[in-house]
């Protein structure tokens, strides 16, 4: 069965700080995957997506993330958080199908 | 990026009375739409597959009666939520991809239906 599991509910980090969004999969390929940012009562924004090649993609908003086959993992990073990047962030799987597939969500709060 | 509108932002409507939403491809040709509906602070839960042309595919336990979804032309579908009662109350949010599976979809900025 196809899933994803983003562990962390919620994550606060100063402005200024490293960030690191964990996310991992189950799919018995290499699935496409992309991550998705939400503002409050805003649809989502695409961020990034891994379909093929280099394992480390660069997205909007200098955000990037990590492919990593042997831990099921695509983990959304980026080096500086800015206050504006505080929202709720998703990530989601295409596999064989048209469907997407999120994950449940992490909410970012950014404190000053 | 291709962009989705959604129409309208929000809604209030009666118990009983029926909900239209539209939703919109505006640069591209949208192969397929699709239609999810997200409750507070959940992720969202994907209710059917429209195709230009053909019947929505719906996901287990949505209600085609209730969830009318027509996908007349490539650039527009719509939901409409017939009968509406509270519970229905919810953020629905649509998204469009051009082209084969697995290609991006571009999502709509959501619709906030409240029925009182």
């Known amino acids: 069965a196809q899933s994803v599991t983003q562990p962390d509910i919620h994550i606060t980090v100063s402005e200024g700080a490293s960030l690191e969004l964990r996310c991992n999969y189950s799919y018995g390929a290499t699935p496409y995957l992309f991550w998705y940012v939400q503002s409050p009562g805003q649809g989502l924004q695409l961020l990034l997506k891994y379909f093929s090649g280099d394992t480390l993609v660069q997205g909007i908003k200098g955000f990037e993330a990590e492919f990593k086959r042997s831990q099921s993992s695509f983990n959304l990073r980026k080096p500086s958080v800015h206050w504006s990047d505080a929202a709720e962030y998703f990530c989601a799987l295409a596999g064989g199908t048209d469907k997407l597939i999120f994950g449940t969500g992490t909410r970012l709060q950014v404190f000053p | 990026g291709a962009v989705v509108s959604q129409h309208p932002s929000w809604v209030i409507c009666k118990s009983g009375t029926s909900v239209k939403i539209e939703c919109r491809s505006l640069d591209f040709q949208a192969t397929t739409m699709f239609w999810y509906r997200q409750f507070p602070k959940q992720s969202l839960m994907l209710m059917a597959t429209s195709n230009e042309g053909s019947k929505a595919t719906y996901e287990q336990g949505v209600e085609k009666d209730k969830f009318l979804i027509n996908h007349a032309s490539l650039t527009l579908s719509t939901l409409t939520v017939t009968s509406a009662h509270p519970e229905d109350s919810s953020f629905y949010i649509c998204?469009?991809?051009?082209?084969?599976?697995?290609?991006?979809?571009?999502f709509g900025q959501g619709t906030r239906l409240t029925v009182v």
């Open positions: 998204s469009a991809q051009q082209g084969a599976m697995n290609t991006e979809a571009f």
